[in-house]
């Protein structure tokens, strides 16, 4: 079973930067060879992929994101992160983290709230 655990979200002005990260422990997945995924969601809304990185660092970005975000990947920790900077209003959301695409069940997430 794979637990996924987020952390560190919070309250941020407009603007502002936040660092949220990803734990991930279990069997049955590997992470060093595994494509994962930072994604969001706001209340009414499906969730939505933000940012992807493959196991040997490349990443991909939402539009609304790029040039914002940075998705980073620490192997040995079995860790994910996502540097957030430039804040905005419209990135209020809960963030999770997950495999790409998204395979196992999904934890609790981490809430970023970015006021005006």
């Known amino acids: 079973q794979v637990q996924l655990v987020e952390s560190g979200g919070g309250l941020v002005q407009a603007g502002g930067s936040l660092r949220v990260s990803c734990a991930v422990s279990g069997s049955g997945f590997i992470f060093r060879i595994s494509v994962l995924g930072w994604y969001r969601q706001v209340p009414g809304k499906q969730r939505e992929l933000v940012a992807q990185?493959?196991?040997?660092?490349?990443?991909n970005y939402a539009d609304s994101v790029k040039g914002r975000f940075t998705i980073s990947r620490d192997n040995a920790k079995n860790m994910v992160y996502l540097q957030m900077n430039s804040l905005k209003p419209d990135d209020t959301a809960v963030y999770y983290c997950?495999?790409?695409?998204?395979?196992?069940?999904w934890g609790q997430g981490t809430q970023v709230t970015v006021s005006s």
């Open positions: 990185i493959t196991s040997d660092g490349s990443a």
């Open positions: 997950n495999k790409f695409p998204a395979r196992y069940a």
